[in-house]
C-alpha cells in the first residue's frame, strides 16, 4: 500500500476519531474546573483548544469518505 492510499484510507479516519475523543476530554475537565478557584481560565482554555480540535476535525473530514 503507497503512502497515499494509507492517509485516505486508514489514517484519516483514525485521526478524526483521536481528535473527537480529546474534545471531549478537554470538554469534560473544563467543565470539573470551571468553578473551581483559579479554574475559570484554565477551563477557558481547554474550551479554546477544543473548539480548534473540532475546527481540525472538520478540516480533516473534506478528506473522509463518510
Known sequence: ???LT???KHLIEH????ERQHIAEY???AKKIQNQKGGAKTASV???AAGKLHDSVEILMRLSDK
Open 15 to 18: 485521526w478524526i476519531e483521536h
Open 46 to 48: 481547554l474550551l479554546e
Open 6 to 8: 494509507k492517509v485516505k
Open 27 to 29: 470538554e469534560e475537565w
Open 1 to 3: 500500500m503507497d503512502d
